[in-house]
T-cell receptor
Framework: QKEVEQNSGPLSVPEGAIASLNCTYSDRGSQSFFWYRQYSGKSPELIMFIYSNGDKEDGRFTAQLNKASQYVSLLIRDSQPSDSATYLCAENTGNQFYFGTGTSLTVIP | DVKVTQSSRYLVKRTGEKVFLECVQDMDHENMFWYRQDPGLGLRLIYFSYDVKMKEKGDIPEGYSVSREKKERFSLILESASTNQTSMYLC??????????????FGPGTRLTVL
């Protein structure tokens, strides 16, 4: 059984700070990793994905992947109150995605 | 713009009823998925389908069945609803191929309550 672990939080950061969200996974054969944001009562929406070791930046978001440590992270720079949501980490192998339970983030104005 | 729609946002059913949840996607995706989401348990895969009339069990298929008669439509069936099936149900679709570099697109979800 593949496992994706996330700290459930809640994580609170002040507006303008950097939020750091972390995820570990059990399967060394995992191909790619996805970060989704989910607002309360809504469905998940993709923020970004990463498949190579290192960093990938998209606007205020940076995903980091370390395959040796089986670790994926998401950094949110200049956090805004609108970033308050649950963030889901998922790993993909073949057709299936395996999701973590999510980290709840609150950005305090 | 990819669109995944689900037949109901909110549904209330009685124990023992047969329940149909419908999902339609408009982007000709080969793969479709049904998840349930519960607090503290995250998204758990019930069934997925990689082609018309093809289906694979996910992690929690017990008490559920699926049907995919057309490429754009994937139905989840609760044969005899029970209170422990009260949950948020999310449908997703995804194109095949691309070496794992494509996302899953989610529908808006159906919040099912079984009384």
């Amino acid at each position: 059984q593949k496992e994706v672990e996330q700290n459930s939080g809640p994580l609170s950061v002040p507006e303008g700070a950097i939020a750091s969200l972390n995820c570990t996974y059990s399967d060394r054969g995992s191909q790619s990793f996805f970060w989704y944001r989910q607002y309360s009562g809504k469905s998940p929406e993709l923020i970004m994905f990463i498949y190579s070791n290192g960093d990938k930046e998209d606007g205020r978001f940076t995903a980091q992947l370390n395959k040796a440590s089986q670790y994926v992270s998401l950094l949110i720079r200049d956090s805004q109150p609108s970033d308050s949501a649950t963030y889901l980490c998922a790993e993909n192998t073949g057709n299936q995605f395996y999701f973590g339970t999510g980290t709840s983030l609150t950005v305090i104005p | 713009d990819v669109k995944v729609t689900q037949s109901s946002r909110y549904l209330v059913k009685r124990t023992g009823e047969k329940v149909f949840l419908e999902c339609v996607q408009d982007m000709d995706h080969e793969n479709m998925f049904w998840y349930r989401q519960d607090p503290g348990l995250g998204l758990r895969l019930i069934y997925f389908s990689y082609d018309v009339k093809m289906k694979e069990k996910g992690d929690i298929p017990e008490g559920y069945s699926v049907s995919r008669e057309k490429k754009e439509r994937f139905s989840l069936i609760l044969e005899s609803a029970s209170t422990n099936q009260t949950s948020m149900y999310l449908c997703a679709s995804r194109p095949a191929g691309a070496g794992g570099l494509t996302e899953q697109f989610f529908g808006p979800g159906t919040r099912l309550t079984v009384l």
